[in-house]
């Protein structure tokens, strides 16, 4: 199949596949990289007074975009399959010789000497990073308040949080600056903000991403991955960056019927917990089989964070001794927590890991579906009260797809006064494109609903 007929029909049943669209338009001469670079450039910054959402605006050198629009315009040369898109980056990633600072004046200085492999493959596929994403400082929190540059702020209302830690990276797509930005996700990092930002987050499983030049925040965890308007374009980001997964495959949708568990606490009743009840019959109208599963949830979240505190606090500990009033008061609770697990209790909580994912593997659907968060956005100075509290209710639902090293999505699924809530799904270990799959076919029910 010629390229015009595989973009023609990625585009023709997606609705926001703006990244997708934006590739098309360059590959066909219809806009030129430089153009779109300079565009993305003037929104970025106005954007950045409203939101605070970039630590570092990068403008790609005037020579370097006029080679790449004459490679493009003389169509005898092959390019990549990011053909000059601007992609915003969050600022733990390391960039060679650009200011990396992980969103702490731990780091405000320091310009990493190498790319990130995630980078590597970026450039290599003729993507320009137009930017650094603010971030929660030092990747450690899931509000984006407690950054040394500044909160990011809420596109839908920007007395709000963008949710963490790659809030930056989720409100540059939803304002539409870029079309897509690299994100991690190591405790609901990519899928909080997707949520509460109204867009798609995509952490693919672990490990199929290189981590190389990613500033770690707990090794069994931390995961790269994508923000997007659309199922399909993660889909589009997930066959460059991923062996083996084809987005045309992934639009084709599947033509079986869908078995899917549900997991939701119904007796907090929580304002997103209620709309995701409601979400249930709407997709069972629409031919996919809904049980309800009996996990743990809260023993899952527990002893992922077990796990996560304690590698945390070793990858800190030699610095936190020397900087401890240079770490923002909630990230330092956290190192303080991490430093009290016990030995056994982390080899503890590994092996039980093993024990529970052999029990996941064996759950009879084919992907399970929960709320990503059980609330909305809130407001900026009532996270400031009591972040830890925040982190607590906004990581209920988020803990099993890192605990597990499975794949996992946030669609937009509605708005509650205005604001976005996200439904997660999450799919088997290494099965990321049956997740994205289904995460089509559930996206287009709920646009088709909505």
């Not at 053909?83 to 405000?108: E, H, Q, W």
């Not at 009260?385 to 982190?391: A, H, L, M, S």
């Not at 994205?436 to 609903?449: G, M």
Request: aromatic share 8%; glycine share 6%; hydrophobic share 40%.
């Amino acid at each position: 199949m010629n390229l015009d007929k595989v973009f023609e029909e990625l585009l023709s049943s997606n609705k926001n596949a703006d990244l997708v669209n934006l590739i098309y338009d360059i590959m066909r001469g219809n806009v030129s990289p430089s153009e779109k670079v300079y565009e993305s450039l003037e929104k970025i910054r106005e954007e950045n007074s409203r939101f605070n959402s970039y630590i570092t605006i990068i403008s790609p050198s005037e020579e370097a975009l006029r080679i790449l629009d004459k490679i493009i315009k003389s169509n005898n040369m092959k390019f990549g399959n990011l053909i000059g898109v601007p992609i915003a980056v969050k600022d733990n990633i390391y960039t060679k010789n650009v200011l990396t600072t992980i969103a702490s004046r731990i780091y405000k200085d320091f310009i990493p000497s190498y790319d990130a492999s995630v980078i590597v493959k970026l450039k290599e596929e003729d993507g320009i990073v137009i930017g650094k994403t603010n971030l929660h400082a030092l990747a450690s929190g899931v509000s984006n308040v407690s950054s040394d540059f500044g909160p990011v702020r809420n596109p839908h209302d920007p007395n709000r949080i963008s949710g963490g830690s790659s809030g930056g990276s989720a409100v540059t797509v939803a304002v539409g600056s870029v079309k897509a930005s690299i994100g991690t996700d190591t405790f609901g990092s990519i899928r909080i903000p997707a949520s509460l930002c109204g867009i798609v987050g995509y952490k693919p499983s672990y490990g199929l991403i290189s981590n190389r030049g990613l500033y770690p925040t707990a090794w069994s965890f931390d995961t790269v991955g994508f923000l997007t308007r659309s199922v399909i374009d993660s889909a589009y980001l997930a066959g460059i960056f991923i062996d083996g997964i084809d987005a045309l495959r992934i639009n084709k949708g599947i033509d079986r019927r869908l078995r899917l568990g549900y997991l939701v606490d119904e007796e907090t009743q929580l304002e997103v917990e209620r709309e995701f009840i409601k979400l249930l019959p709407v997709l069972e109208s629409n031919g996919i089989e809904i049980v309800k599963l009996d996990m743990d949830l809260k023993t899952i979240t527990e002893i992922a964070r077990t796990i996560r505190l304690s590698e945390g606090a070793t990858i800190h500990y030699e610095l936190f001794m020397k900087r401890e009033r240079d770490y923002p008061r909630d990230t330092a609770e956290l190192i303080r927590m991490g430093m009290k697990v016990p030995a056994y209790e982390y080899i503890r909580a590994l092996k039980l890991r093993e024990a529970m994912l052999i029990d996941f593997l064996k759950l009879d659907v084919d992907a399970i579906i929960m709320p990503t968060t059980p609330i909305v956005a809130p407001e900026i100075n009532e996270v400031e009260k009591d972040e830890i509290k925040f982190r607590n209710i906004l990581t209920k639902y988020i803990a099993l797809p890192n605990l597990f090293g499975s794949p996992a999505v946030s669609l937009p699924a509605g708005k509650i006064n205005s604001l976005p809530w996200g439904l997660q799904i999450v799919g088997r270990p290494k099965q990321d494109e049956s997740l994205l799959r289904i995460s089509k076919k559930i996206e287009d029910i709920i646009q088709n609903y909505f």
